[in-house]
């Protein structure tokens, strides 16, 4: 009887998992197995949003192997060492695993190799449509500006979709310790697991993405944030299925599926860029905890940034389009460190995740890849855009519900009793300006 021990990390599934697929072939017998990582929590990475969530991630892929016949082995530790004990315990010949794109994620493959030399194998795009390092611009190791990426991203070989594992043996005698539980922080927390992800997808309507995707109260985007994050599906499977569903929405989601690539293979190529400029623009941001807790409790006085700020708050995401003017708000208009902004969004959000949210963030400030880094989103006038007539405001800011349609965006002409805003209207772009000596 061969063994093979599957380590799950950020690929919380059993459909297409190039990790435990392989493990499935190795071996007649697979301990898929979770390690619980105190140092996570260490790094201040393990907020109960994402905590919670991936309790629900844990539960869901224990049920769906022992459907087939397996269970999820839980063990609380380095997972490194935890992985090479329950090899020795399973007298496993073979560790499969994800290979990750986080600096925590090269040293815990490091610490891998060291216990299991030969017997470790590292899997490529497992959390990415396409590994990083797969396309590279000549005489670079990785992209720095998306459109470029995205021409040969398209172009590039992908492999194939696996299908879920119709039956798993799991040896006896593996302990593990009981699946963990966890209060989130926001009441309104989408359920974790692979099972919720799969009908969230079937549910959700990509043909109407294209045109839907920015308007911040029809909220028509798919909601699979924290589905990937967590590896509950698999971007190459979701690429795949919106490919041979055609049309210009699966072509518009594909093109962020792509952007998440980028950030990936821009986080694994760079990892200091998780908490350094990747292209510093200026010396000293302006410091205020008075307004940085006004931005964080949604206080500004601009009521489309205080509803995303509310959003993140209840429910532990936020639109994409409210990302960028909430985020644009605090690192242009108010120019403060997008350190301070991510920070904030890593402890709420449920998608939390190191490439996405600090490369996202750095684009924004300037810093990142935005090939026009000065540029200042207007608070007023993305609300009369994407919020025309009010809708979202309304739903996050309930003091102001009754002022009528677009009005709603300009409180201080008539609900005296709103904040004033932060920076007068005329005032947006000013602080940036002077920083970066734009006249
Ligand atoms: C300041 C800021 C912080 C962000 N932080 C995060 C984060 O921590 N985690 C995260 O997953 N996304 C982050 N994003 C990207 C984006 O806002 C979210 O992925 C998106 O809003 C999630 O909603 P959705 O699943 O409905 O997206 P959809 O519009 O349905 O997109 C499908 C998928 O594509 C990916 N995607 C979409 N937009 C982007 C993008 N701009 N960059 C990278 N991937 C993208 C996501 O995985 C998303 O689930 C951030 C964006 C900004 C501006």
């Known amino acids: 009887m061969t063994v093979a021990v599957a380590l799950f990390t950020q690929d919380l599934r059993l459909h297409d998992n190039p990790v435990l697929h392989a493990a499935h072939r190795a071996a007649d017998q697979v301990v898929p197995l979770f390690v619980l990582d105190p140092d996570v929590a260490a790094v201040g990475f393990a907020a109960p949003n994402r905590q919670a969530f991936l309790a629900d991630c844990l539960a869901d892929l224990d049920a769906s192997l022992r459907r087939i016949g397996s269970r999820l082995v839980l063990r609380r530790g380095d997972p490194a060492e935890e992985a090479a004990r329950v090899a020795t315990e399973a007298g496993a010949g073979s560790v499969h695993v994800a290979a990750g794109v986080s600096a925590f994620a090269g040293r815990r493959e490091a610490r891998l190799r060291a216990l299991l030399g030969g017997r470790l194998s590292v899997h490529d795009a497992v959390l990415t449509v396409l590994p990083p390092g797969q396309v590279t611009p000549a005489g670079r190791g990785h992209y720095a500006v998306f459109t470029p990426y995205h021409r040969a991203w398209k172009q590039a070989p992908r492999r194939s979709v696996h299908g879920a594992p119709r039956r798993l043996v799991t040896p006896d005698g593996i302990g593990g310790a009981a699946l963990p539980t966890a209060r989130p922080h926001s009441p309104a927390l989408p359920p974790g697991g692979e099972t919720a992800a799969r009908a969230q997808w079937r549910r959700w309507d990509v043909d109407s993405y294209a045109d839907l995707h920015d308007d911040l109260a029809a909220d028509g985007t798919s909601r699979l944030s924290p589905y990937l994050h967590f590896g509950c599906l698999s971007a190459g499977e979701l690429a795949a299925r919106a490919i041979a569903h055609g049309g210009a929405g699966a072509e518009a989601f594909v093109r962020q599926l792509a952007w998440r690539d980028f950030h990936h293979q821009l986080l694994a190529a760079r990892p200091a860029v998780a908490r350094h400029d990747y292209r510093t623009r200026e010396g000293a941001w302006h410091r205020d905890e008075r307004e940085a807790d006004a931005w964080r409790e949604g206080r500004t006085g601009y009521p489309i940034v205080d509803a995303g700020m509310r959003q993140l708050e209840h429910e532990g995401w936020m639109h994409n389009r409210a990302r960028l003017l909430t985020a644009s708000f ?14 904030h969004f890593l402890r709420l959000l449920v998608d939390g995740d190191l490439a996405n949210n600090q490369l996202n963030w750095q684009w924004v400030a300037g810093t990142g890849t935005d090939t026009r880094p000065n540029r200042v989103l207007n608070p007023l006038r ?6 025309p007539d009010g809708a979202y405001v309304r739903r996050w800011v309930p003091e102001l519900a009754h002022l009528p349609g677009p009005s709603i965006h300009r409180p201080w002409l008539l609900a005296p009793g709103y904040p004033a805003p932060l920076v007068p209207p005329e005032e947006l772009s000013a602080r940036l300006r002077t920083a970066r000596a734009l006249g």
């Open 330 to 343: 605090l690192t242009k208009t108010l120019h403060h460190d997008w350190r301070e902004g991510a920070a």
């Open 382 to 387: 993305q609300a009369d855009r994407y919020d």
